[in-house]
């Protein structure tokens, strides 16, 4: 079975990433950014070029990529998947989506989150309570993933960090050792209505590239329903 993050090489094999983005209409992809880095050309375009082009068949050169006036990357090409990037010192990440807007970040799982002032800029009062009750590597662990939900869910948006990390929220978030279903809340902890609960896939995987926590959010879940465009 692949797992939820396919570990990719300028090598290749590059099979399961299409077989994956047909069968689910998502894919994530991560690297080692040593890997990818080439003169010239910066570690992410390289890796969603090189996905992209796997994906549709056609030379990764040949592969156009554009930013939106948002800051939103996109594939210049008709039809093409909607894409999403993100990396670290160390490793790189990119997510395809075919049904919706998608949005993916990368942390490493060690930055130290628990305790510091950030806390209360990203965080909604009901996130915050949820904290209480959790050991400082719990919570730190928990706000780590919480964070990378967040700016996954901002990127999906087109909106980045110009939305207020307070102004939503995510519950049932765990700190690790199973696999979280997050959900959608307001400022104030309401939860969000269930057409738009609907609307939104949001993972955490747990244990998906070593040391990092990923996080991918994609806008849109029926098919027909993305209205992709740059």
């Known amino acids: ?73 996109y594939v210049r090409a008709p039809a093409a998947p909607d894409i999403s990037l993100s990396h670290t010192r160390h490793v790189v990440v990119a997510a395809l989506s075919t049904y919706g807007r998608i949005g993916v970040d990368v942390e490493g799982r060690a930055r130290k989150l628990y305790g510091g002032p950030i806390v209360d800029a990203m965080t909604t009062r009901r996130e915050r309570t949820a904290l209480l009750p959790l050991s400082p590597a719990a919570g730190n662990a928990c706000l780590v993933r919480l964070w990378t939900l967040k700016e996954a869910y901002a990127k999906a948006l087109g909106v980045g960090t110009r939305l ?59 098919p027909g329903d993305s209205g992709l465009s740059p």
Do not use: K, N, Y
Not at 9 to 29: D, I, M
Not at 172 to 196: C, K, W
């Open 164 to 222: 207020p990390f307070t102004a939503f929220g995510f519950h049932g978030l765990r700190g690790g050792g199973g696999r979280s279903r997050p959900a959608l809340h307001g400022a104030d902890g309401t939860p969000a209505e269930p057409a738009e609960q609907e609307r939104w896939e949001l993972s955490v995987p747990d244990d998906c590239v070593p040391g990092h926590v990923v996080s991918w959010a994609v806008r849109g879940t029926r």
């Open 1 to 73: 079975m692949l797992p939820e993050v396919i570990p990719v090489l300028p090598g290749g094999p590059w099979e399961p990433v299409g077989e994956r983005l047909r069968r689910r209409g998502v894919v994530v992809v991560a690297g080692p950014v040593a890997e990818w880095a080439r003169p010239g050309t910066r570690p992410g375009r390289h890796v969603l070029a090189r996905t992209v082009g796997a994906v549709l068949g056609i030379d990764p050169e040949a592969v156009g990529l554009g930013r939106s006036p948002g800051g939103r990357p």
